[in-house]
């Protein structure tokens, strides 16, 4: 690679932003948004297997034992964020992608020949790391590379893929966990094996997505930025674009090879100390009300509802699907009615159903059913806003702390969020007070319209404006 030193002024960024929708940008989604469906189909599969590792003749795992590899992937996940994060600001996007698409398929192939606690964990672990990786280093692609007027609608629809990952991983686990089509220390392996076959085919679709011309340009490789952004854009006219419009603005920029962790820290907590309580309080909020109620649904309506275990996963599908049809359906108007009016209207949206179904429940005024339906309501909302957290994290800081910040805020969200909250509902429903419970919903309820009024203040409206005007790169300065 050749590399440039001193002040270049370049039109990369409105190059790429003035490009129309293309088979490119399609092909972008799928090789790099596979990701969340990934990640979805796991964290289902492994919930709905976990009854059939207790058995002698597969793993013979206890109570404790299916926890304590649930909590080790969650932690794989924080800690793959933190590390690929940083190395995917220092070594670029596309080196980092491949690197832990390659993890997750290893990772989650040696899950499905794991032979004892040790070696499940193990590989838990690893697919954690992996997949917390992939987080950081895929939605930095996709804000670098996707036009500024599409930004928020793909991003948010990249991001509740997740739910469609769920939905297969419940579908699928159905005949592979019966005892009629396999053996009972078979189904649950093939599971774990579908995930790795698909994260291959992915892995062999990441061959034709570019390095993040922007990364490059800041980063001293201009040579490789212009071909790249130039290869982008015979694609697009190839597939039907046509003939482009001229690129409108330059930005200048002094590439650096490394950007160091003290300027990083210091761009993230001094200068943009209030975007960074933004992104706190966004993905703290959605992550504790996505954890307080989907960890817990299936005790709740055991305890509260009567509702036999064999029956659960009847009541949990229509809540993936509200889940996936909110940021479909809702996206576009994240690029059109704006970002701000979007976020702050889905959190408080949410936050106050959530309210009044918290009070509901407390009054026992609902059924199994009608509570059913009053959660997937309040997700079809709530996805929306859980997904622009993502989105609003990954496109507020520098360039180069972009891939940082998405992993800081993931981690301090799952921390502080996807922790806290089963261990305190499942204390609460321990209880077997309804008021107890519908407590803890008044207080997700809450911390929601938090969220809401901290994206009223600061929040900022980044809705079909270049990533470089929303947040000056640390490049641009001599």
């Not at 596309?94 to 690197?99: A, G, K, Y």
């Not at 200048?252 to 907590?269: A, E, N, S």
């Not at 009541?315 to 576009?332: F, R, V």
């Not at 609003?392 to 891939?403: D, G, N, Q």
Request: glycine share 12%; with cysteine.
């Amino acid at each position: 690679m050749s590399t440039t030193t001193g002040a270049i002024q370049t039109d990369i960024p409105a190059r790429i932003d003035r490009l129309p929708w293309s088979r490119f940008h399609l092909m972008l989604v799928i090789a790099l948004g596979v990701t969340w469906i990934l990640d979805g189909l796991e964290v289902t599969i492994i919930g709905s297997i976990a009854p059939k590792l207790q058995d002698p003749r597969t793993l013979a795992l206890t109570d404790q034992d299916v926890g304590t590899i649930a909590a080790m992937y969650v932690a794989g996940a924080v800690l793959g964020a933190l590390m690929f994060g940083w190395l995917t600001d220092r070594f670029g996007r596309r080196i980092i992608f491949f690197t832990t698409l390659a993890l997750y398929v290893g990772s989650v192939l040696g899950s499905a020949l794991a032979w004892d606690f040790w070696s499940f964990a193990l590989f838990r672990v690893l697919t954690g790391v992996g997949i917390g990786g992939e987080y950081a280093a895929i939605n930095s692609a996709i804000d670098e590379l996707m036009p500024a007027k599409l930004r928020g609608r793909i991003d948010l629809m990249v991001n509740g893929s997740y739910w469609a990952g769920a939905a297969a991983g419940a579908a699928v686990s159905l005949p592979l966990l019966s005892d009629a089509y396999f053996g009972v220390d078979v189904g649950w392996r093939i599971g774990f094996g579908i995930g790795a076959v698909l994260g291959l085919g992915i892995l062999f679709l990441r061959r034709f997505v570019p390095e993040s011309p922007r990364w490059q340009v800041t980063h001293g490789f201009e040579d490789e930025a212009h071909r790249n952004t130039r290869e982008i854009e015979e694609k697009v006219e190839q597939s039907g674009g046509g003939p482009l419009p001229p690129p409108k603005g330059t930005l200048t920029v002094h590439p650096r090879r490394v950007f160091g962790f003290r300027l990083i820290f210091r761009t993230m907590v001094h200068r943009h100390r209030g975007r960074s309580i933004l992104a706190l309080c966004l993905m703290v909020a959605q992550a504790f009300l996505y954890n307080s109620v989907f960890f817990t649904y299936g005790l709740v309506l055991t305890k509260f509802q009567g509702v036999p275990s064999e029956h659960v996963g009847a009541y949990i599908l229509p809540l993936t699907l509200g889940n996936l049809m909110g940021p479909l359906l809702l996206g576009h108007l994240f690029d059109t009615v704006g970002r701000k009016p979007m976020i702050t209207g889905t959190y408080g949206l949410a936050g106050v159903l959530l309210l009044v179904v918290a009070f509901l429940f407390g009054l026992d005024m609902l059924t199994a059913w009608t509570q059913t339906l009053c959660w997937m309501v309040i997700f079809f909302i709530a996805s929306a806003a859980a997904s622009a957290a993502y989105l609003t994290a990954s496109e507020i800081f520098p360039l180069e702390t972009r891939a940082m910040a998405i992993a800081v805020f993931f981690a301090l969200g799952t921390l502080l969020g996807g922790v806290t909250a089963p261990l305190i509902f499942g204390w609460l429903i321990g209880t077997g007070v309804q008021w107890y419970v519908a407590g803890g919903y008044f207080f997700a309820g809450l911390l929601m319209l938090v969220a809401a009024v901290a994206e009223v203040r600061l929040g900022v409206e980044a809705a079909g404006r270049p990533l470089e005007e929303i947040a000056e790169p640390l490049s641009g300065e001599d």
